[in-house]
């Protein structure tokens, strides 16, 4: 059963640098209960999108339907059965990780001994024990960031927007909210969470949607997508080897000083020989997400250069 569906859902910006269209045509559903992520490089149109079904920001054109309602005709049904943490959100200066999730509860109408049990919970839950009292000004912005998260799973809404909701955090922070975001998936939210962390991902999502330039390239599961790449094997090197030398191997993708190449098993012997002597660091392991993403990307990207 499909809690959203959006139906051509296009929006233009009009901004200093000319009009941009941050969406272009974007169908979607999402399933009841889902852990759906919404995945895209920095400016492929996902907050926009976000901002959009959660009645934030209206569409040039297109509709979003949730829990069967029209989000630009009946906002005020939609928002009071969705909770949102927006992206770069920041909390009240003042108030204690503690108070946030006992007031906004309050303020969306939860008894107050509920509040304070559920705020109590979460700040367990969280890791924010030890930064309960404090105020909110005093903590780092992974801890702010956390704040605002546990603010908004506290709601247990029907369903939940999570615009890049580790940012900023530790390894550890940021397990411990996956943690959180399982948990209130298992216990009946249907949540939609962006992110550009492909582990995050990977480990998180039970579908996804990749959206590049304002159009969705793919939509379905992790795996199917991995399974696209036609490797089982990554290897990544620093130094010592050019993509140009890997790329007999399988394809290749040059990132930020680092170059990978997926491949099969039978080649590995082969590539590790190759960096021993040259002395490159490397390592070895099965095809991630991330091959996958820039192999679908990338050649979004590429087709779009040749048009233009
Ligand atoms: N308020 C705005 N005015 C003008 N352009 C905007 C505005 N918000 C976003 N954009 C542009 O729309 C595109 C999509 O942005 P966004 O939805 O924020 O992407 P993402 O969340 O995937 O990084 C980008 O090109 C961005 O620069
Ligand atoms: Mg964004």
């Known amino acids: 059963m499909e809690i959203l569906s959006a139906e051509r859902v296009s929006k233009t910006y009009a901004g200093a640098r000319g009009v941009v269209r941050a969406l272009d045509e974007v169908d979607l559903t999402v399933a009841r209960g889902r852990l759906f992520g919404f ?37 005020n049904r939609v928002r009071e059965r969705i909770a949102i943490v927006p992206q770069e959100g920041r909390p009240f200066y003042h108030l204690t990780p503690l108070e946030h999730i006992r007031e906004y509860l309050r303020v969306r109408g939860v008894a107050a001994e509920t509040a304070n049990a559920r705020a109590e919970e979460l700040v367990d839950a969280m890791g924010l024990r030890p930064y309960a009292a404090e105020p909110s000004y005093r903590l ?39 943690q959180v975001i399982r948990d209130a998936a298992r216990a009946g939210s249907t949540v939609l969470l962006t992110t550009h962390y492909l582990d995050e991902a990977e480990q998180l999502t039970e579908e996804l949607a990749v959206v590049e330039s304002g159009r969705i390239l793919y939509r379905g599961t992790p795996e199917a997508l991995k399974s696209r790449v036609g490797r089982e094997v990554r290897l990544q090197f620093e130094g010592g080897v050019t993509a140009a030398e890997l790329a007999p191997f399988g394809p290749v993708f040059a990132e930020r000083g680092k170059v990978i190449v997926a491949t099969t098993r039978s080649r590995v012997a082969e590539l590790t020989q190759l960096a021993l002597a040259r002395d490159a660091t490397f390592n070895v392991g099965p095809v991630t997400l991330e091959e996958a993403f820039l192999a679908l990307v990338g050649r979004s990207i590429e087709e779009e250069e040749a048009s233009a």
């Not at 959009?52 to 309602?69: C, K, Q």
């Not at 809404?157 to 909701?165: G, I, K, T, V």
């Open 140 to 178: 780092s912005g992974g801890l702010q960031q956390r704040t605002l998260v546990a603010m908004i799973l506290a709601t247990r809404a029907e369903f939940l927007f999570l615009d890049e909701p580790t940012i900023g955090m530790d390894p550890f922070a940021r397990r411990q909210v996956w």
């Open 39 to 75: 995945l895209g490089r920095n400016g492929a149109g996902k907050t926009t999108f976000i901002k959009i079904a959660s009645t934030l920001l209206l569409p040039t054109s297109g509709s979003v339907r949730l829990f069967g309602e029209d989000v630009v005709r009946h906002p």
